[in-house]
């Protein structure tokens, strides 16, 4: 468990750049990206007791973006190019990153709402969705400020809702 989540931190560590790059015109997902997926998110912030959270994103071929991220719905989502750079030797870089407004808490039990999130993604070789997620929030603080991170637990594709 203390693997995960040091590989966890290291990933995110990856994915921060992505963060800094929104507001772009979204792009048409390639054709093995659009779809319904379903899975969890291993929790890396050591301040929640939660140590997973359900995911379940719509990707469509417009490159809207709906679905859920623990309690929280995700508005207005859109599917963008991914300009990030991961730090020196650092293998995993995304193609892509979904950005999207949250409408609710991410944690109900814990009171841990945040505004927006991006979530960098790729399809990875066995065709499951791999990334991880941050969201809106600052670098210091109590529960309710903090950036809210974590990452994907490869993601499956479903028939949807």
């Given at each position: 468990m203390m693997i995960r989540r040091v590989a966890t931190a290291f990933l995110i560590l990856g994915f921060v750049t992505a963060a800094a790059s929104c507001k772009r015109a979204a792009v048409t997902p390639p054709a093995a990206m659009a779809g319904h997926w379903e899975g969890k998110?291993?929790?890396?912030?050591?301040?929640?007791?939660?140590?997973?959270?359900?995911?379940?994103?719509?990707?469509?071929?417009?490159?809207?973006?709906?679905g859920k991220l623990g309690d929280a719905t995700l508005k207005g989502g859109h599917l963008y190019?991914?300009?990030?750079?991961?730090?020196?030797?650092?293998?995993?870089?995304?193609?892509?990153?979904?950005?999207?407004?949250?409408?609710?808490?991410?944690?109900?039990?814990e009171g841990i709402a945040r505004s927006e999130v991006c979530i960098p993604v790729e399809v990875d070789k066995e065709g499951r969705l791999t990334g991880a997620f941050?969201?809106?929030g600052s670098e210091y603080g109590g529960k309710s400020e903090r950036v809210f991170s974590g990452g994907l637990q490869p993601l499956t594709k479903g028939a949807g809702h």
């Open positions: 998110a291993d929790v890396a912030v050591n301040w929640c007791n939660a140590k997973e959270l359900p995911v379940s994103l719509t990707i469509n071929r417009d490159g809207s973006v709906a190019p991914n300009p990030g750079k991961p730090p020196k030797g650092f293998m995993l870089q995304t193609s892509f990153v979904v950005e999207a407004d949250l409408d609710g808490p991410l944690v109900a039990a941050l969201t809106s």
